[in-house]
């Protein structure tokens, strides 16, 4: 279906927004997988008391949820920083670097993340930074769907 101009316009500079923010993939929701037909999952996040972090850790455990413990990962990559920090950064899965030092961002991206979060003022430890996975994909692919319906709970905690 065609747009009409003014919807075109405003698509373009919204694409050239993301672009921006380094977003360049789209995708497009299938016609037939409406937010109606989905079941809706409810998670009272607000009304959880915060679960000290080691608790969420140990839940972790050594996992074995998804297939990624069968991939190569050397370790779980948990999250680091203020567990009471106001700001949070969430990448998508831990890196090589990431899965050798146990820690989110320790490589090329943690440098630039390093640096953005210093010039905004603040220190590496005043904020808090997880993986929406916690394990290393192979090849550091793209974390499949259900990889991050697997961690999404525990990322949520933290």
């Known amino acids: 279906m065609p747009l009409d101009p003014p ?19 789209f995708y497009r929701r299938s016609e037939t997988n409406t937010r109606e037909e989905m079941p809706l999952q409810i998670i009272p996040v607000e009304n959880a008391p915060a679960a000290p972090l080691q608790l969420i850790r140990e839940d972790i455990g050594d996992c074995t949820r998804c297939r990624l413990h069968k991939q190569g990962r050397k ?26 030092q146990g820690e989110p961002f320790v490589g090329r991206a943690g440098q630039l993340l390093t640096n953005m979060i210093k010039a905004m003022g603040l220190r590496r430890e005043d904020v808090y930074i997880a993986n929406i996975i916690k394990c290393r994909p192979p090849a550091n692919r793209t974390p ?15």
């Not at 919807?7 to 993939?25: P, Q, V, W």
């Not at 259900?146 to 905690?157: G, Q």
């Open 75 to 100: 370790q779980i990559v948990f999250g680091v920083g203020d567990p009471d920090a106001d700001l949070m950064f969430i990448g998508e899965a831990p890196g090589a670097d990431e899965d050798e």
């Open 7 to 25: 919807s075109r316009t405003a698509l373009a500079e919204r694409i050239k927004f993301y672009n921006e923010l380094g977003i360049y993939d």
């Open 144 to 158: 499949e769907r259900d990889e991050c319906e697997t961690c999404s709970p525990f990322l949520m905690r933290q």
